[in-house]
């Protein structure tokens, strides 16, 4: 197997990449380090990537198109490459959520229509479904986004049902449910909240923290997306990819505290537009399509990112470029010269927790809410002065 990764630095792709690589795939990866976040953060997640041979990474914006010679030659490709985030894509900035998500997205399916493929993951996102009227969710409910990102990954993904309707791409979407783990991005909540308890800031809650979110671990996303790599009839198909951990934000706030050992500082405000106040994943089908079953309970993962954003605020840990990481046109490779199947450096993120012996194999564990205000490790406050914590 070969394959091509897009956003391969980013917080998904750059895990995929690594277990791909870790099994003997050799890995095109593309990212164009748009700025939704630091570009030192994603240096850092490419790290041990460039430290296997198999891998090349080419820094191209998808959006430009001429992406055929990237494919060309490969039979697979995961395409997680995406301007994220709800509360930024409306304003200004919706026309980057066009380009990087509608656009780029038409481009490499053109490219994939000119070269033989056996598989087209597309990673699209639970945001396609805005308020959904059912809970735990299915796939054939109606898609009704309420924000701007969600418009543009369910126009994605339709791109992706015509194109495999028209060109015969064996095309796959997953519909992603609130991922979490380490190298997770900067504006997300729960880098956030361990980055505020660990330096005793105020954490600011858009809303009442009672809603609830299908928290999925990124291992477990991983396995789903190689799952979907390999399963057989499934093309054309949309899955839920859920993590079977639904739980409130102040339920996760009390486990944060827990990991910090001491009580937090929470400030409530608004709900911004384009929150949806629960989201819930049916997994049914995905278990029966592709086996997916996941492993990994919210106690485990968040213990997982907050050892890791520990780790990653140590100024030891500070990088200024990756080691051996040449940008500067076409591919490349790490300069380090690892064998390929040769030991992978030292581990600095945290290993990947256990499976969850206490839950049954394919149980829709997120049918039953359990939103309640948290009663250990956080306490409300007024909103902090000056401007808020991202």
């Not at 494919?71 to 980057?96: I, K």
């Not at 049902?161 to 997953?174: C, E, F, K, R, T």
């Not at 990947?352 to 809410?369: D, F, I, L, V």
Request: with cysteine; charged share 25%; net charge neutral.
């Amino acid at each position: 197997m070969n394959a091509l990764v897009t956003g391969c630095a980013g917080f998904i792709g750059s895990h995929l990449t690594e277990a791909l690589l870790a099994d003997g795939v050799d890995v095109i990866g593309i990212d164009c380090f748009n700025d939704n976040y630091g570009r030192r953060e994603k240096l850092r997640n490419l790290e041990r990537a460039m430290d296997w041979d198999g891998f090349e990474f080419v820094p191209i914006d998808l959006a430009r198109g001429d992406l055929f010679e990237l494919v060309e030659g490969r039979d697979t490709v995961f395409h997680l490459a995406a301007e994220p985030g709800v509360r930024a894509s409306w304003g200004d900035r919706f026309e980057q959520y066009l380009r990087n998500n509608v656009l780029a997205t038409q481009q490499l399916l053109e490219a994939a229509s000119r070269s033989p493929l056996s598989r087209f993951v597309y990673a699209s996102s639970s945001s396609i479904y805005g308020e959904a009227e059912t809970s735990p969710t299915p796939e054939d409910l109606t898609p009704r986004p309420i924000s701007p990102y969600g418009l543009t990954k369910l126009s994605a993904e339709q791109l992706c049902d015509l194109y495999h309707l028209s060109h015969g791409i064996p095309v796959v979407s997953l519909r992603l449910f609130s991922v979490y783990g380490p190298r997770q991005r900067p504006d997300m909540a729960f880098n956030r909240f361990c980055r505020a308890a660990l330096d005793d800031a105020t954490i600011d809650i858009y809303g009442d923290g009672d809603q609830t979110r299908d928290f999925t671990y990124v291992a477990d996303v991983v396995t789903g997306l190689r799952l979907a790599a390999r399963a057989s009839g499934v093309e054309g198909r949309a899955l839920n990819l859920g993590g079977g951990s639904r739980a409130s934000v102040n339920e996760a706030l009390s486990l944060i505290g827990e990991l910090a050992e001491r009580e937090l500082r929470v400030s409530y405000g608004e709900a911004p537009n384009g929150d949806v106040r629960d989201t819930c994943a049916a997994t049914t089908r995905t278990r029966e399509a592709l086996g997916f079953v996941p492993q990994t309970r919210l106690s485990e993962g968040l213990a997982a990112e907050f050892e890791w954003t520990q780790e990653s605020l140590r100024p030891a840990h500070a990088l200024s470029e990756a080691p051996g990481l040449q940008i500067t046109g076409g591919a490349r490779r790490g300069s380090t010269g690892r064998r390929r199947g040769a030991p992978p450096p030292a581990r600095r993120d945290p290993p990947p927790p256990r499976a969850n012996p206490g839950r049954a194999p394919g149980t829709e564990a997120c049918s039953s809410a359990a939103a309640r205000r948290p009663r250990t490790g956080a306490r409300r406050g007024r909103s902090p002065r000056g401007a808020r914590r991202r």
